[in-house]
């Protein structure tokens, strides 16, 4: 059974930072790529950063310039470093990597708290 586990967030003031990781298990593939998003309160899912097998990355504009993404190994896959955090960045940030064959899975994320 593939799962796929988020850790590292929690409650900062605004300017800190916070690295998260995504622990991977059940599976032993190449990954094509992984990436992460985030849920603000009351509003949709969306990207803030992916990776490509060939590290290719691409950022959403609100965190260019703040957040990394970079990619680990077969069990952490993909890390996102987090600084300069504002209030707006608060919410549950959510893994996820493709594995070759187009296999997709996502975490259950892990919630980010900025405190002004």
């Known amino acids: 059974q593939v799962r796929l586990v988020e850790s590292g967030g929690g409650l900062v003031q605004a300017g800190g930072s916070l690295r998260l990781s995504c622990a991977a298990s059940g599976i032993a593939s190449s990954i094509n790529g992984a990436g992460w998003y985030h849920q603000a309160p009351g509003k949709q899912r969306v990207m803030v950063a992916t990776i490509t097998s060939g590290e290719t990355t691409s950022y959403a504009d609100a965190v260019k310039g703040r957040f990394a993404i970079s990619r680990g190994n077969a069990k952490n896959p993909v890390y996102l470093q987090m600084n300069s955090l504002q209030p707006e960045d608060t919410g549950v940030y959510y893994c996820?990597?493709?594995?070759?064959?187009?296999?997709?899975?996502w975490g259950k994320g892990t919630l980010v708290t900025v405190s002004a």
């Open positions: 996820y990597v493709e594995w070759q064959g187009g296999m997709t899975f």
